[in-house]
């Protein structure tokens, strides 16, 4: 598929969002350790800053983004529609959280809410993807698991960032555990990115040249795809890069986002520095983007078996 | 399969000899229809592109000298069961319970592309000046035109080809012209494997068969 890089933004930068706001909700849940200050001057407006950016770069990727408001219709068979429903309602109750810790603490039931709609909206962005069975690449629950797990890494590490950031002595600060469950994120979704990999590479396409014609003859190719200016089904399903970048491009991703942040945050562990932290959240948000592009570069889509030469 | 009409094509393979014939009737029919325009960029310059319902694909089978150059003519299939349809999240992408036309309502649809990426065949094109997804309609406003002569009432691509290769008919009445043409020559479905049940079918090739049989004879 075509990545495109108003989808990877926003797919990456509501990813944080959320795991920014699961971490919060998660550590302040059973036993309140973040001050109110921190909640409503840092972490809060963060995360609703990341998800209206997220918000709007989803905008870039319409046709017609005056229309945007329709995409919630379908919610009872589209999980695009789901995400369109699902994305508003977390920054309404983060917002509502907000103003919770303008005033007086938050209570558990919101802390509650915030962890389930995060998870939910990881849920729906991943199936939009996961659903469409034909996509071997993504038709798998380890999607769902990927999108979660790297917003809850990029999550974590910003959450550390924010915390090393903030200067008042109200809030505990970075400590040792927290980079070291930063590394162990990262070296989770790392095994997963690994064996996913491993599992596309071994994918046997359900559909060939002889399904797709119906032409019944073992020594069958095409010879023209009846066109020879470019269409759609030319632009929008591969990535138009040699195999040569996709290599190169598998060697970053696997160095920032996730081996670096790793080595960056083993060294948090015995010294947290704001420096450290936010260079390995840059780094990893860096890799991220290039993940995220090439979980869309690397889908094959069937349909190309219809388009293989010009003439 | 339900009792309800199901309006398809059926394409014979033996007879289609690649002229675009329906390429271009639909194009033209298309642009000036309730469907309209289909758009094409730079169409005067050294690459230009387009939105087509309809194209015409070649493939090559066998080996030389006993090769056979097959042209498939290939649109939305109107499956009976379109993937492309509940992932649409403004409903701008239906099937008709009255015929099973999947059609895209062109003042709904907000150009997602995601219809685009859950159809395995690649029938849908997002217009690049519209900026909408475009499809076959089966020439919907043809087929139930009231001005036109009832001869006429059928898609354009099937009253251009020269060849006869297009069946357009009823794929749920077994009497029709194009069930009878499905099930008395071997009628099949482009990747049976996703199960999306395309209503529209082709007609295999016969001929490479009957020369075999006529040399085994001879």
């Known amino acids: 598929m075509r990545p495109q890089f108003s989808i990877i933004i926003f797919t990456t930068l509501t990813g944080m969002a959320q795991g920014l706001l699961f971490a919060i909700a998660f550590l302040d849940f059973p036993a309140q350790i973040f001050s109110s200050a921190f909640l409503s001057k840092m972490a809060f407006p963060v995360a609703l800053a990341l998800l209206t950016l997220g918000l709007l770069a989803s905008f870039f990727h319409l046709g017609r983004p005056e229309r945007a408001w329709r995409a919630a219709m379908m919610w009872r068979t589209s999980w695009l529609s789901r995400e369109v429903i699902a994305l508003p309602v977390l920054m309404a109750v983060t917002f509502i959280a907000y103003l919770y810790s303008c005033t007086s603490q938050i209570q558990t039931w919101l802390w509650f809410s915030l962890l389930i709609t995060a998870i939910v909206l990881w849920v729906c962005t991943a199936k939009i993807y996961q659903c469409i069975r034909f996509i071997q690449e993504w038709s798998h629950p380890t999607t769902v698991i990927n999108f979660t797990l790297l917003g809850l890494t990029s999550g974590w590490l910003l959450l550390c960032t924010l915390i090393s950031l903030w200067q008042s002595n109200d809030n505990p600060p970075t400590s040792g555990i927290m980079s070291g469950i930063a590394v162990v994120l990262l070296f989770m979704a790392l095994n997963l990115k690994i064996w996913i990999w491993r599992r596309n590479r071994e994918l046997r396409p359900k559909s060939n040249l002889a399904s797709a014609t119906g032409i019944k003859d073992s020594n069958l190719r095409q010879i023209s795809m009846g066109l020879m200016g470019g269409s759609f089904n030319t632009r929008e399903f591969f990535h138009h890069q040699t195999d040569r970048f996709i290599r190169n491009l598998r060697r970053i991703i696997l160095l920032c986002t996730y081996i670096a942040p790793m080595i960056l945050m083993s060294y948090a562990v015995s010294t947290p520095s704001t420096l450290l932290l936010s260079l390995a959240l840059l780094i990893h948000y860096f890799g991220l983007l290039c993940e995220r592009w090439m979980f869309f570069a690397e889908a094959n889509h069937p349909q190309n078996l219809y388009y293989q030469r010009v003439s | ?218």
């Not at chain 2, 642009?31 to 070649?58: H, K, W």
């Not at chain 2, 003519?73 to 509940?86: D, F, G, I, M, T």
């Open chain 2, 1 to 218: 399969m339900s009792q309800t009409k199901q309006l398809a094509l059926v394409i014979d393979l033996n007879v289609c000899v690649g002229c675009h014939a329906c390429v271009t009737s639909c194009k033209e029919w298309n642009s000036s229809g309730s469907a309209g325009p289909l758009t094409d960029l730079n169409p005067y310059g050294a690459n230009p592109t387009g939105t087509f319902f309809n194209r015409v694909q070649t493939f090559e089978a066998g080996i030389f000298p006993n090769t056979q150059t097959v042209h498939l003519p290939k649109s939305c299939l109107h499956c009976e069961e379109p993937p492309c349809v509940p992932v649409c999240p403004t409903g701008a992408s239906y099937k008709r319970k009255e015929d099973g036309i999947v059609l895209v309502d062109y003042d709904k649809c907000i150009g997602c592309s995601y219809c685009s990426w859950a159809c395995p065949y690649g029938a849908r094109e997002l217009d690049q000046e519209r900026q909408v997804m475009t499809k076959c309609t089966l020439c919907v406003d043809r087929i139930y035109s009231e001005t036109l002569p009832e001869s006429e009432r059928k898609p354009a691509c099937v009253l251009a080809c020269p060849t006869s290769a297009r069946i357009f008919g009823d794929v749920h009445d077994p009497e029709s012209e194009a069930s009878i043409a499905i099930r008395e020559r071997s009628g099949y479905e482009l990747m049976p494997e996703w199960e999306t049940h395309p209503a529209n079918h082709y007609l295999p090739r016969s001929i490479m068969e009957t020369i075999e049989a006529a040399r085994n004879d001879s």
